[in-house]
């Protein structure tokens, strides 16, 4: 009888584990955009001991831009920003006189800059990583394996290069105004993150020689910002159509 | 935190009772279905890539002024808690980095907060490796939900053990099964910080993951984490390339390409079967819902996808 039993029970008791007891008929999709709530006075305890500590620090204004800085564009008003910052320390860096190419990324610029009073949190949330500046010695045909990424997709951006993409490759290429020469080796400053492989950098695996500076990318930034401040100067967005196109 | 003056006084107002108007139709709705004793409605509440935006945005922001906040997503959660018996909330990944707060605090707040709302489970986003799977370690207590991903092999990290492929939730006696799938980390994410954290194919782990929910585990609803990417122009796999290759998945929360879909995309799966795929932006701007009606006898009907601005 126990036998049977077990015969009996023992397929039922699988199948009605298998068998779906509800099924999915409807469903409507939605979305609340979060804008003009009240806040919840819970959450809002619980954030103000962070927040207060950190507006004290944040909230100081550090810089004027006469206008807006996006990230939109081939080149970019935000991206040439970063790169005038990046080169203002590397022109500064007393042990380094070398001229090199600037090669970072749009992605890694996470917030846009507003027009007027630029905050350390402006600065902050544009530049959230805490990455830092190396300078790479890199053969010239890995420069143009770097320039070739740079025309296929637009996720790098580049200051001290020149030059044309047609259907996706680089023409006319122009290093600090002088030819391209694929035989020489180059200087190349960028972020750990890519001499890293981050982006799929491959082309700044193995170089030359390798220059860790210890300045992350924000401090160049907010470095910049007390410079242009400190010479009752404003950030002037700009672009100077150093990449064109060509059908 | 923020005035409530006169006009945003108004604009509130505006804002709830054209809510109210559209929810009151939805609860008709709902009640001519849930009249139906054999009926029942599951809601899931989503973000995805919060980006450790704590405060709302400012108000001379570019792009997005005084949107987004958790304390005013937590306050609306707090109002559908009270309207909806089934609740799910969920999160699709990159919880963290993007403001000061993950800097000094490293995703304490971020974690306390989600908690607070009662986030049920959330996936790995590649920026949630930003300070390496130590600081994980070091947030874990923070966080009162479950970590899911199937496609990350961790068992030669601190994290082995902690994130699970799968979960079950049972809700209102349905059992809604939620899996999590994430990005490949080389190339994207410096080594140093995701360590030994290993990737496997999204596509094959999702698919035998999301099966053994269904059969072995008896679901009635399967939800995918995904923090792919929304779609790519390359080949490279997004939650298109997921919902177009699956078999078992209802329903795909994604993340990571920051993507306003105004509405679900509806895509054929590998048997033909419609998989809905979703995402709300970034930085808790949105919080997307999709309400689910289930019927208890075996009963098919045309599942529909509608949408609407709350």
């Known amino acids: 009888m126990i036998k049977l039993l077990k015969y009996f ?12 007891h509800f099924i999915p008929t409807q469903s409507k999709a939605s979305y609340y955009e979060i804008k003009q709530f009240k806040s919840d006075s819970i959450a809002n305890l619980r954030i103000s001991p962070y927040k207060s500590s950190l507006d004290k620090e944040m909230n100081t204004v550090i810089a004027i831009s006469d206008s807006a800085l996006t990230k939109d564009g081939y080149e970019c008003t935000l991206g040439n920003f970063l790169l005038q910052a990046v080169e203002h320390y590397i022109n500064n860096k007393s042990d380094f006189t070398n001229k090199c190419v600037f ?55 580049s200051f001290n290069l020149s030059f044309t993409i047609k259907d996706k490759s680089p023409k006319e290429i122009k290093v600090f105004g002088e030819d391209f020469d694929a035989s020489k080796n180059y200087y190349v400053v960028t972020s750990d ?42 950030i002037s967005p700009f672009t100077n159509g150093r990449i064109q196109f060509s059908k | 935190m923020e005035e409530f003056n006169f006009q945003n006084r108004r604009d509130f107002l505006k804002y709830f009772v054209g809510g109210a108007v559209m929810l009151s139709g939805f609860n008709t709705y709902s009640k001519i279905l849930l009249n139906d004793k054999k009926i029942k409605k599951l809601t899931i509440l989503y973000t995805n890539d919060q980006h450790s935006r704590i405060d709302p945005f400012p108000a001379n922001d570019t792009k997005y002024p005084n949107q987004g906040g958790f304390a005013k997503r937590a306050a609306l959660i707090k109002q559908i808690r009270k309207e909806e018996e089934n609740i799910l909330l969920l999160d699709a990944g990159d919880i963290f980095q993007g403001t000061p707060y993950f800097n000094y605090y490293h995703g304490e707040l971020e974690y306390k907060l989600m908690s607070q709302m009662g986030y049920d489970a959330t996936t790995l986003g590649n920026h949630d490796f930003d300070m390496g799977i130590d600081n994980l370690i070091t947030q874990w207590p923070h966080a009162g939900f479950s970590f899911i991903n199937c496609n990350y092999n961790f068992s030669d990290t601190v994290l082995n053990g902690k994130i699970v492929p799968h979960k079950v939730f049972t809700k209102g006696g349905m059992k809604i099964g939620v899996l999590g799938v994430g990005i490949e ?32 585990l008896g679901c009635d609803y399967i939800i995918c984490l995904s923090h792919l990417g929304y779609k790519y122009e390359n080949n490279k ?39 809905l795929v979703t995402q709300v932006g970034w930085a808790g701007i949105r919080l997307g819902r999709i309400d689910i009606y289930f019927s208890e006898n075996n009963k098919k009907m045309k599942i529909e996808a509608g949408s609407e601005k709350i």
């Open chain 2, 185 to 216: 980390l080389e190339g994207l994410v410096e080594k140093k910080l995701y360590g030994n954290v290993k990737y496997n194919s999204p596509l094959d782990c999702a698919n035998s993951t999301a099966q053994h929910l269904k059969n072995n």
């Open chain 1, 193 to 234: 993150y890519h001499a890293n492989g981050g982006d799929n950098c491959t082309f700044f695996a193995n170089p030359i020689k390798s220059e860790i500076t210890n300045i992350k990318l924000r401090d160049a930034l907010l470095l910049y910002c007390n410079y242009l401040t400190k010479n009752k100067t404003h």
């Open chain 2, 237 to 275: 796999v997004s939650d298109i390339t997921l919902a177009s290759q699956c078999k078992n998945i209802d329903l795909v929360i994604g993340g990571h390409t920051h993507t306003f879909l105004d509405e679900p995309v509806s895509i054929a799966n590998s048997l033909g079967k419609q998989v």
């Open chain 1, 103 to 157: 090669i970072f990324n749009r992605g890694g610029l996470r917030n846009n800059l507003p027009s007027g009073e630029i905050t350390k949190q402006n600065i902050f949330e544009l530049m959230p990583f805490e990455n830092e500046i190396v300078i790479l010695t890199i053969k010239g045909e890995k420069l143009q394996e770097c320039i070739n990424a740079i025309c296929t997709d637009g996720k790098l951006i």
């Open chain 1, 9 to 20: 029970l023992f397929p039922l008791l699988l199948l009605s584990a298998c068998t779906r």
